[in-house]
């Protein structure tokens, strides 16, 4: 079993950063790819960012040019560093991995972290 905690969400004015950071533990060997997904209130959960264990990325069209994730395998962390923040990035972050041997995608959830942007 894999688990994750998410910290580092707050308040914040528009244009200005955070930075979600990501925590595994326990058989992290089971996890390749981490994501973030993020859900605002009415809204459907929306993948924002992944990145697997070869430091490839993706990232959704909204926050690309803005968010950066990354991640240390030796630490078995993922960072989300969110730059230029918009009031439409209010949501609560989600770290999710993802394991290679299950059928599904993204096995495993954290708890999630707020992230709020005043106007």
């Known amino acids: 079993q894999v688990q994750l905690v998410e910290s580092g969400g707050g308040l914040v004015q528009a244009g200005g950063s955070l930075r979600l950071s990501c925590a595994a533990s326990?058989?992290?060997?089971?996890?390749?790819?981490i994501g973030w997904y993020r859900q605002a209130p009415g809204k459907q959960r929306e993948l924002v960012a992944s990145i697997n264990r070869g430091y490839s990325t993706k990232y959704a069209d909204s926050v690309k040019g803005r968010f950066t994730i990354s991640r240390d395998n030796t630490k078995n962390t993922v960072d989300l560093q969110m730059n230029s923040l918009k009031p439409e990035d209010t949501a609560v972050y989600y770290c999710?991995?993802?394991?290679?041997?299950?059928?599904?995608?993204?096995?495993?959830w954290g708890q999630g972290t707020q992230v709020t942007v005043a106007s």
């Open positions: 999710a991995a993802d394991s290679p041997y299950t059928s599904i995608q993204y096995d495993y």
């Open positions: 326990g058989s992290t060997s089971l996890i390749n790819v």
